[in-house]
């Protein structure tokens, strides 16, 4: 296990090292009592952890204390990126923004990161799926919460992002191979060279629009909204 040192954000405090989770979460229990101050103290057999469906590329974990005694302590998600995503999203840039957007009332609160993931306050509320996200009222209130989303200034740079990340998707879409020889006939089948001239065309046409650049998730699948019914509001 690596030293600690203080992150930037609001206290978050970061784990050097990287964890694998071991039957269900031991290790997971040592890095938030690593990360989460309060947790410290907290014997290992009153911290329970159960994954949570939804993530899309990360395993989604949620550990909470077990004991009358600690009732202040609140559950906390544990997320565990997915093997080789970093080759496909900036962790430094998605870090940065989760700050800026969290204390805007977007997702999570940041509270603590590690090698391969990071810790965050848990979120009550449930995933969309196609069928919702069609609705007319959840369409009027997600198409309003992007837009709030859209006008949020975060630092970083501010030259498109969509396009950098669209084009290596492909690249490293047209270099996979699979071991089963369906999917690799299916795969086969695939024409990366047309997707290229595909995004390059709607490249093209969204440059002549000069539209104004904003922050924007770029991946709003239904696996990345959560709906609280009972407040009304999106997470």
Request: aromatic residues 8%; negative net charge.
């Amino acid at each position: 296990m690596g030293p600690l040192s203080i992150q930037c954000d609001e206290g978050a405090i970061r784990l050097n090292g990287t964890f694998l989770l071991i039957d269900g979460g031991l290790i997971d229990r040592g890095v938030c009592k690593a990360l989460l101050r309060k947790w410290a103290e907290v014997d290992d057999s009153k911290i329970s952890v159960s994954k949570v469906t939804g993530g899309i590329s990360n395993m989604m974990l949620k550990a909470e204390v077990d004991s009358e005694n600690e009732k202040d302590l609140q559950p906390v998600t544990v997320r565990v990126f997915g093997p080789d995503s970093d080759a496909v999203i900036d962790r430094d840039r998605e870090l940065q923004a989760i700050t800026y957007i969290s204390s805007a009332g977007f997702g999570a609160k940041l509270l603590g990161v590690f090698g391969n993931g990071m810790v965050q306050s848990f979120l009550v509320g449930e995933t969309l799926d196609h069928l919702e996200m069609a609705k007319p009222e959840m369409a009027k209130l997600i198409a309003m919460e992007v837009r709030r989303l859209h006008e949020l200034e975060v630092p970083g740079s501010k030259e498109p992002q969509l396009w950098h990340d669209l084009y290596k998707f492909i690249d490293r879409a047209s270099g996979v191979s699979f071991e089963d020889s369906k999917k690799q006939k299916a795969y086969e089948t695939i024409s990366f060279d047309n997707i290229r001239a595909g995004v390059d065309e709607i490249k093209a046409i969204s440059d002549r629009l000069k539209s104004p650049i904003v922050f924007a998730h770029n991946d709003l699948l239904c696996g990345n909204f959560m709906y609280n019914e009972d407040e009304g509001t999106y997470l």
